[in-house]
């Protein structure tokens, strides 16, 4: 048994035949760096539309407090049972299935600030309100759990406001008045332009739920709450949850109608997630459309290349070569160049990806476990293509195959 | 002297749709050591068919054969594949070297395959049965860059390298000029002196008288045999050779 003679023949042979070597690895180059890449580009558009709908505030869930029933009798709005800091509380100590919920504690006032004063719309927040309604802050920073604790006067001020009272400046760190109680501005949102009501989202003045509920609009009851589910697709079941935990603080019995409602955005979660079927499904033709591709170009290649050395396999049976002496050999070459063939198109994939994120508008995310499979299937291809003529040729007659032409 | 070829009855049938060719009617041969036979017959005659038989390239029908005084019917494809890479030396008419290979590493290659172990596996064995075949100096040549009468002279130092009982030569002239041809024949006859047996095809009479024996065949059997009484000792024909003008190359240009 000399396997290593036949490895160092199968090498040899790789290293003589530079440029065949290199035109069968190409096969797999471009099969393996077509595959990654055009997935790549796929995933990373799923992933963009996603989130870009996930910014419309698809995963939240708002909850508002109701009248109960008993017995079908209605018992009007003096039966409300209103939330108050501490459901709130509850909900985010026991939820699970929730990315974050926030208190809202709707008031109204006047705000003096710079030069000018502005009638706007206060709320008071947690801090997982910027998370929930997917915003994000132009400048400065958002107020902490501890600003919620301390009561502080602080405030986060939106675009329209900032426009009004500090048209040439940046607000962060100036003090304002609400109702005559100074806060110091510590952010600006980012903006947002009108919602689907028509309403300037930008017209707000955000701060800690605490401080607006004890400092400006007295009383223990906040006005609704707002949380996002942890994905699209849990929205139902944190729906559930939520419900549940909140008829557990309200002592619901059983066969009790609820005291509040929770509604979502029911339009913009079913647009959410028929986009992403349709976008897993063309995810999933384009995938198999290029490993098809590719596979194709491989076994061509494979074929093409093997069959052409019938009379190779003749000369070697000739002087003594053992079938899977052959076999052994061929199976090395397809292994060597599906690998090397594998290593550098996924190295030109990761290439590839990072230039089109870098100077184009297209994002590919590669997935590790898309890098596998292009690399398995081509390899696969490869090597049995490599190797199954090489079988033909090496069970034929030595004489049979050194008369092929 | 022992025997190194004995076939009895041996046939070779081919199948051609719906007709059977006859390519080998009944052969009874047999070759000793040290005997250096020449194989003739027109195109057609079998020659080559009992020649691939011979160095179990091929398989016969029907028949016996008995290699070195082992009997070699009916035996694995792997039994063949060690039988042709320990027994048996073949010599092609096209060469059959491995393209862009250099001389030393195609003389290696029935090493490589090699499991019995008879012989180094050596590249120094390869180097000794080169300078055999003087081409000491052309080791790291490959067949691009060699006349067609220096490959054939690695063909016959790969057949060489394992030691076989025989070695077999399907017209490795046929490629050759004449003046190459009867420096091959040279090289034969030498080996031959060496103790080494030598079965040759030809279809060239002039060509056989430089073997002892020749033996004559017509449609698939043999229909003579005998010695050769005035041998041609190639060492003294070659100086009376005019060299021609493709010699240099030494291969005829198809």
Known sequence: MKWQNIFKAAFQSILKNRMRSLLTSLGIIIGVGAVIVMVGIGQGSQYRIKKEIDALGANMLIIFPSHSRMGGVSRGAGSYNRFTLADTRKLQKESSLTAGISAIVGSGGQIIGGDSNWNSRIYGVDPSYLEIRAWSLKSGTFFTERDVRAKAKVTVIGQTVKENLFPDSNPVGERIRINNTPFTVIGVLAEKGQDPRGMDQDDVVLAPSTTVLYRLKGGRYISYMMASAISTKDIGAAQEELTQLLRDAHKIKPGEDNDFIIRNQAEITEAAASAAHILTLLLGSIAAVSLLVGGIGIMNIMLVSVTERTREIGIRLAVGARESDILVHFLTEAVVLSLIGGIIGISIAYGVGAILNHFTDLTAMIQPQIVMMAFGVSGAVGIFFGFYPAKKAARLNPIDALRHE | ?254
């Open chain 2, 1 to 254: 002297m022992t025997t190194v070829i004995e076939t009895r009855g041996l046939k070779k049938n081919y199948r051609m749709g719906t007709v059977t060719v006859h390519a080998l009617r009944g052969i009874n041969l047999s070759v000793e050591t040290g005997e250096f036979v020449s194989i003739m017959g027109a195109s057609g005659s079998g020659k080559s068919t009992l020649m691939n038989m011979l160095g179990c390239l091929d398989t016969p029908s029907e028949g016996e054969y008995l290699l070195d005084g082992e009997n070699v019917n009916n035996l694995t494809r792997n039994q063949y594949a060690d039988i042709r890479n320990q027994k048996v030396g073949f010599v092609f008419q096209g060469f059959n070297l491995l393209a862009k290979t250099t001389a030393l590493e195609n003389v290696e290659l029935p090493l490589f395959y090699d499991r019995s172990n008879r012989v180094p596996h050596t590249r120094q064995a390869a180097m000794d049965a080169l300078e055999r075949v003087g081409l000491a100096d052309r080791v790291h040549h490959e067949p691009n860059q060699m006349s067609g009468g220096e490959q054939q002279r690695v063909a016959i130092a790969r057949a060489l390298v394992n030691n076989p009982a025989i070695i077999l030569a399907d017209e490795p002239t046929g490629n050759l000029d004449s003046h190459t041809s009867v420096e091959i024949l040279a090289l034969f006859q030498e080996l031959n002196e060496q103790g080494i047996t030598v079965v040759l095809v030809t279809h060239e009479p002039d060509l056989a008288l430089y073997t002892r024996r020749v033996i004559q065949m017509s449609d698939g059997r043999i229909v003579g045999d005998k010695s050769v009484e005035s041998r041609l000792i190639a060492r003294e024909v070659l100086p009376t050779l005019p060299t021609l003008e493709n010699g240099e190359n030494g291969e005829v240009q198809s």
